[in-house]
């Protein structure tokens, strides 16, 4: 809360942050490749990452987690090479791991210490000298918003504020770049936006480079600058996430009754429409197209009951589909 | 709570916020692996002590190290009562045996999953594999804090031992004699904590819930002793050519558990106390080959057990 109230009243960040250079790429891979036996986690997977902060997308099981061990220097890749912050993962993993902070997925917190005592001990682990350590912790904490609870055992913590946690030790070796592997798991919705202006934080006004691998794109389009989508160890699209998500913004209106006069009236003012489950899709223009959907259903009189922008789906990602094109199919949700 | 309030107040006024100093690089010294791994060491010998921990985490640590200087305490209390300048407990094999034997497994049962399966148990490993050290220095450094750990149990009463004997004696000549029994009981000592602790962690990782973790390292220990305890006795007794000659399965039961095989080692190197075990004469080797393949299974275990540990 505090950093989404901090923000609110700065100027946006993009306008004033020191960010770093784009011109040089943070991540690298060359056609890396990872085989576990018959299963391939990464496929020839080629792709750069430049300085900001970076979307890795993919759904679960598309090979994000294998990509980031590799990048840690955790794992050896089976074929192809990858280097982070211009060191290769092979060789320099060590060095690697000191310039790298990372917040694994699933939980990692020991219960019956206070987060200053575990933060402090990880940033012994990342090669900082006792008093260094302590204050680093403290100011860690406090910049993911871990105040007076900080004394506290990290069991009676929330989700919410574990989460915190698991960035703050991430962030106490001073990293250069930050691995985030989910790291809205198992927030509420409050909880996501929280972490995710966090994140956004720490990246353009900390000026740390940030990878995040999530599988919801809704999530990691509002941060990102940058985003890389893989699928089955393969890389689908590299791009800005602006130029990914301009194509492909669309907005849901959903009427009490009449779905089908709507989506005439609206085809008929030429707008690209389709019909899902219960609402219609519409592809979205610009502002010009909340005025028209308006004003078709005032002169309709229809009761309106749901009316938003919605969040993109993988697959239309992936695919390259235009929701508004009509091909997507009814009902499905967000790919989880 | 109150940081909330305060950048709240800080957004009404239209000031930034005031707990917000911004973010801080770090460019001070940053330690080396090795200096990394004795923090973790380090760490971990304190918390084998259940210090940095609550009460409740010092009873063991506390009572196991009381129970452990008794003897010394009444070696003390009993050559100044008594005026003898004579020590009644030798410093190899610390009699009685089996308090030793018995303190130590409770320690070990105890502490040893304190210092292995807490981390496996919140799985944060992951967290230190991501940082700059690599997959053996943890293990490493875990063995080094619990050899050390045993060390301070096994070692400090010896000292006592000696401080509460020494302080009697009279003579120069009494002072060193003294000193030269104590310096082979140091030494057996240290072999008991190396052999001790490798094997005691080695079990306690094998399972991240504590309950199990105690329990398969106080049954590995446990069961080995009585049953070599067992079979000697049957081997003295029933196959036995005589009470003076014990055969063979006598001689060589004690290799079975580490206790016993570190006391037939203590005997084979010349030590002439009478231990749990009956002296293993011309299998005396064998004793040294088993306490050495104990300590390289513990440590090599571990060594394995944590390259197979998921790293995320």
Redesign the interface.
């Known amino acids: ?2 950093a989404q ?2 923000q ?3 100027p946006a960040p993009e306008l004033t942050a020191p960010r770093p250079p784009a011109a040089d790429a943070v991540i690298r891979a060359e056609a890396l490749t990872k085989r576990y036996g018959a299963v391939t986690a990464l496929d020839k997977l080629t792709v750069a990452v430049p300085a900001g902060i970076t979307g890795l997308v993919g759904a679960n099981g598309a090979g994000k ?1 294998t990509l ?2 590799i990048l ?1 220097g ?2 050896e890749p089976s074929d192809g090479r990858a280097a982070v912050l211009d060191q290769d993962c092979a060789r320099a993993g ?2 690697i ?2 310039l ?1 902070g ?1 917040m ?9 210490v206070t987060a200053t ?1 575990f933060v402090t ?2 940033g ?6 006792p008093t ?1 350590a302590k204050e ?1 912790a403290a ?1 860690s904490l ?2 993911v ?1 871990l ?2 609870e900080r004394y506290r055992q990290i069991g009676t913590y929330s989700t919410g504020m574990k989460q915190r946690v698991k960035l703050a ?1 991430a962030l106490v ?2 990293p250069k770049l930050l691995l985030l ?1 989910e790291p809205t798991n198992g927030l509420d919705p409050a909880g996501r936006s929280a972490m995710l202006e966090l994140v956004e934080r ?1 990246g353009n ?3 740390i480079s940030i990878l995040v691998a999530s599988h919801l794109l809704g999530e990691v389009e509002q941060i990102c600058d940058h985003l890389v989508a893989i699928e089955a160890g393969k890389l689908l699209r590299a791009d800005t996430v602006r130029s990914v998500t301009r194509a492909s913004r669309a907005l849901v209106i959903e009427v009490e009754e009449g779905t089908e006069l709507l989506r005439d009236e609206l085809l008929r003012r030429g707008l690209a429409v389709a019909v899902e489950g219960r609402g219609v899709t519409v592809g979205l223009a610009g502002d010009q197209t909340f005025d028209v959907v308006r004003d078709a259903v005032a002169e309709l009189g229809l009761p309106l009951n749901r009316m938003e922008q919605r969040r993109h789906r993988l697959e239309e990602l992936f695919s390259g589909d235009q929701p508004a094109a009509g091909v997507t199919s009814g009902g499905a949700g967000d790919v989880r | 709570m109150s940081a909330e309030i305060t950048a709240a107040g800080a957004a009404a006024n239209g000031a930034g916020v005031i707990h917000d100093i911004g973010y801080q690089a770090y460019d001070g010294p940053r330690l080396g692996r090795a200096q990394i791994m004795l923090a973790l060491g380090w760490h971990s010998l304190k918390s084998a002590f259940g210090i940095g921990r609550g009460a409740k985490a010092k009873i063991v640590p506390v009572f196991t190290f009381a129970v452990m200087c008794a003897p010394a305490v009444v070696n003390a209390i009993q050559l100044a009562v008594t005026g003898t300048h004579t020590r009644v407990v030798p410093y190899d094999t610390y009699r009685p045996v089996a308090l030793r034997v018995l303190v130590l497994l409770i320690f070990l049962a105890a502490q040893a999953p304190e210092v292995v399966s807490r981390d496996l148990r919140s799985h944060v490993l992951p967290l230190y594999f991501a940082r700059p050290i690599r997959r053996a220095d943890y293990p490493l450094a875990k063995l080094a804090a619990f050899v050390a750990a045993c060390l301070v149990l096994i070692e400090v009463p010896l000292l006592v031992l000696y401080v509460g004997t020494v302080t009697q004696v009279r003579t120069g000549s009494a002072v060193w004699s003294e000193t030269r029994a104590l310096i082979p009981g140091l030494l057996l000592g240290a072999a008991w904590a190396a052999v001790a602790a490798a094997l005691g962690l080695l079990f306690a990782s094998f399972s991240s819930r504590r309950a199990y973790a105690t329990g398969s390292v106080a049954i590995f220990f446990f069961l080995t002793w009585t049953l070599a305890l067992l079979l000697t006795s049957i081997g003295e007794h029933a196959f036995g050519p005589g009470l003076q000659q014990p055969s063979a399965l006598a001689r060589l039961a004690g290799l079975i558990s580490p206790f016993t095989a570190l006391d037939g080692m203590r005997q084979w190197l010349g030590g002439t106390s009478p231990g749990p075990v009956p002296d293993p004469g011309g299998y005396g080797a064998l004793y040294g080959i088993a306490v050495l393949a104990f300590l390289l299974a513990g440590a090599g275990g571990l060594l394995l057990r944590y390259r197979k540990v998921g790293v995320a």
């Open positions: 809360m505090t109230q901090g609110a009243i700065q987690s980031v061990k840690l955790l794992l060590q060095r791991r000191t790298t990372y694994p997925e699933h939980d990692c917190l020991p219960a019956d005592e001990h990880l012994r682990m990342s090669g900082l000298p260094a680093r100011d406090r910049h918003g105040y007076e030790q070796g001073d592997d720490i006004v900390f000026g």
